[in-house]
């Protein structure tokens, strides 16, 4: 069984300040890891991933998440926050098992506000 | 390339009544989700294709809901007997195959039941 905990369902930053958002899972099976964000009446977009390899990954939009086992953690972080990241972003995790299905299992989200 | 489409984009209906929804994957893509968002969560799971067979359907929450995708591309969720419960915005997402792990998600149907 897989579980995500998103730690504040909303978030404010200053247009330039750090963004953290905290995610942390269970997983009976090694995990992959994911970050996606949502934009109003839009799909997900995924983030970034973390499967095998370099813990500390790298997204699309200055994003970087590390995966840190001892924690079970997947937190999001980026250095200077713009308005256009203001949107909802979800933490996601599925095992790593090819012969599983794989399904994303999701946190209930954390709403992202950039103040000018 | 096209992404994976869904339609209708928005479908209201009335309570008992029955409804598809529709999920055109990324092409080449064997792999298929489909994902519930209820307002203010995040999507939760309903079931997997593998080509054409429903691989994993534990998520589906009761048997008004049924999905088929029979020539292993295009997929259809089917919901009877609609109740109130049941809004949402239904999301599909493909994956292109067992030995890759990124989904790719459409833009949603939101289905209000009134």
């Known amino acids: 069984a897989q579980s995500v905990t998103q730690l504040g369902s909303h978030v404010s930053v200053s247009e330039g300040a750090l963004v953290l958002l905290r995610c942390n899972y269970s997983?009976?099976?090694?995990?992959?890891l994911f970050w996606y964000v949502q934009y109003p009446n839009q799909g997900l977009q995924l983030l970034l991933k973390y499967t095998t390899g370099a813990t500390l990954v790298k997204g699309i939009n200055g994003f970087e998440a590390e995966f840190k086992k001892s924690e079970t953690s997947f937190h999001l972080t980026k250095p200077s926050a713009h308005m256009s990241d203001a949107a909802e972003y979800f933490c996601a995790v599925s095992a790593a098992s090819s012969g599983s299905a794989r399904q994303l299992t999701f946190g209930s989200g954390t709403q992202l506000t950039v103040l000018p | 390339g096209a992404g994976v489409s869904q339609t209708p984009s928005n479908k209201v209906t009335e309570k008992g009544k029955y409804v598809e929804l529709r999920c055109d994957p990324i092409s080449g893509h064997t792999a298929l989700y489909w994902y519930r968002q209820s307002l203010g969560q995040g999507p939760e799971f309903l079931i997997y294709f593998q080509g054409t067979g429903a691989a994993d359907d534990s998520g589906l929450p009761n048997d008004r809901f049924f999905a088929v995708r029979p020539e292993g591309s295009v997929s259809t969720l089917k919901i009877q007997r609609t109740e109130r419960g049941d809004s949402a915005v239904y999301l599909c997402?493909?994956?292109?195959?067992?030995?890759?792990?990124?989904?790719?998600f459409g833009p949603g149907t939101r289905l209000t039941v009134l």
């Open positions: 997983s009976s099976v090694p995990p992959y």
């Open positions: 997402a493909s994956r292109l195959g067992q030995l890759t792990d990124t989904q790719y």
